[in-house]
């Protein structure tokens, strides 16, 4: 049975945490190396798909295998934030942090050498693997490092990294296949993993000390996480961030046929269409790191998922009322952006408050349903049809609408749980 008990976190650093709770050089180099461990998991997921046309022809397969080595990636990401996040909690973080940027540049260069679709599937869903052990494992890092006041701050940056990246990857792609192949993607995935392992190297020290860590092997590592699910409110968040999650992937796959199919814009436009609604997340981002000091974290969540919620049902809303409408459709995305930039800090800050005692496993449990969510309903709009904007719209309220359920049924925001003390100075 789920539990209700309150969980709150205070403003002392942990015991044993390595580093000050403070900005200085270390940390900020450190939050570097985190920021890029958790944007090179989205931007491996999208960075490729420009070149699913060529790829077909080159690996002498259909459409649909190629979109299976997506969800091979996707697939693999799940189960490597389910799976190693909470073994961290037994072995550290250091370990597995070199041992999947190792793996990243191996299996992405496998990608980039794949003679034949089967083994693509197969690297890409190591790949992905791979890249979930750094994704997970920075915002468990965060955890064990820091405490009060700067969590929320730190999560934010993530949590914009995260939306933002997803955006950026297929731009990215595009670049490198207008000179060369996309086997060329798969290359630059490679350095990147290979800077990502010399950043590991040279600027994440070991955040949990052996006295800190949980016995009981694989089994105890995964009472801890059945402990975790136990806990209702903890639950509340990692549904509140999964189905916006859903939304948010809802829009990705589906904007760009809504914005040149249904209102006939161009790609350029739509690419400015894209990057406007893409700052307004990351400002609705900046503003909660701002309030996180003074306003309570749970208030935060409650006006993110208000705020996308009304996105959503006012373009539903529009769209039935008065038919497809560019500027609506455009404003009514963009203020479900704003909405989804707030609850992504604010349900991982509360979140990783709660599990503080186990943070890889509450670290695998908010991610690895943030991104099975985000699989589950990126081709649901397709499913649905492309010839107008309702499909993409009814999903990301459908989603949205699940999200203020768990808010309400789970999270309860006036009970405070997962509260960081003293917010503020």
Same mark, same amino acid.
């Given at each position: 049975?789920?539990?209700?008990s ?7 650093k942990?015991?044993?945490?390595a &580093?000050?709770t403070? !900005? ?7 939050? /570097? =190396?985190?920021?890029? @461990?958790? %944007? *090179? #998991? +989205? ?31 996707l ?9 190693l996040?909470?073994?961290s909690?037994?072995? &550290?973080?250091?370990? !597995? ?7 990243? /540049? =191996?299996?992405?260069? @496998?990608? %980039? *050498? #794949? +003679? ?37 701050r730190?999560f ?22 207008? =000179? ?51 806990n ?24 760009s ?7 006939g ?19 609705a ?20 998922v208000t ?5 959503a ?30 609850i ?8 990783q408050?709660?599990?503080?005692a ?14 099975l ?13 492309e ?28 009970q ?10």
């Open positions: 049975m789920i539990s209700s309150t969980s709150t976190s205070d403003n002392r942990p015991v044993g945490a &580093g000050p403070t !900005p200085s050089a270390r940390t900020g180099g450190l939050l /570097v =190396v985190l920021g890029a @461990l958790t %944007a *090179v #998991a +989205p931007l491996a997921t999208d960075m490729y798909v420009p070149g699913f046309p060529t790829m077909g022809s080159a690996l002498h397969t259909g459409s649909s295998a190629i979109q299976l080595t997506m969800t091979a990636f697939v693999g990401l799940v189960v490597g934030q389910l799976l996040g909470p073994l909690d037994s072995l &550290g973080r250091r370990r !597995p942090l070199l041992a999947g940027a190792t793996a990243f /540049v =191996v299996f992405s260069l @496998l990608c %980039a *050498v #794949a +003679p034949n679709v089967y083994l693509l599937v197969a690297a890409r869903f190591l790949q992905g693997m791979a890249g979930a052990v750094g994704m997970v494992l920075a915002r468990a890092v965060i955890t064990d490092r820091f405490a009060g006041p700067d969590i929320p730190y934010a940056v993530l949590s914009q990294i995260l939306g933002v990246a997803p955006v950026a990857a297929p731009v990215l792609g595009g670049a490198i296949l207008a =000179v060369s192949t996309w086997r060329a993607v798969f290359g630059v995935l490679t350095v990147i993993g290979v800077l990502l392992l010399l950043g590991v190297l040279t600027k994440v020290p070991e955040s949990l000390p052996p006295e800190r860590r949980h016995g009981g092997g694989l089994s105890g590592t995964f009472r801890a996480m059945g402990r975790l699910m136990g209702r409110p903890f639950m509340g968040y990692v549904l509140v961030l999964g189905t916006a999650s859903a939304a948010l992937f809802a829009y990705i796959s589906g904007s046929f809504v914005f040149e199919h249904v209102h814009v161009s790609a350029g436009t739509y690419s400015l269409i894209f990057a406007v609604n893409a700052v307004g997340m990351l400002l981002g900046t503003v909660f790191a701002r309030l996180a000091r003074r306003v309570r974290l749970n208030t935060l969540l409650t006006a993110g705020t996308a919620a009304a996105g049902l006012a373009q539903v809303i529009v769209t039935l009322a008065i038919g497809e409408s560019f500027a609506g459709t455009w404003i009514t995305l963009c203020v479900v952006l704003c909405g989804v930039g707030m992504f800090p604010a349900a991982m800050s509360l979140g408050n709660l599990g503080r186990t943070p890889g496993a509450a670290s695998a449990l908010l991610g690895g349903l943030q991104f969510c985000g699989a589950i309903a990126s081709p649901l709009v397709g499913v649905f049809g010839d107008s904007s309702l499909p993409m719209a009814a999903i990301m309220l459908a989603s949205l609408a699940l999200a203020v359920l768990a808010l309400l049924v789970l999270v309860r925001p006036r405070a749980h997962g509260e960081v003390t003293a917010q503020a100075h």
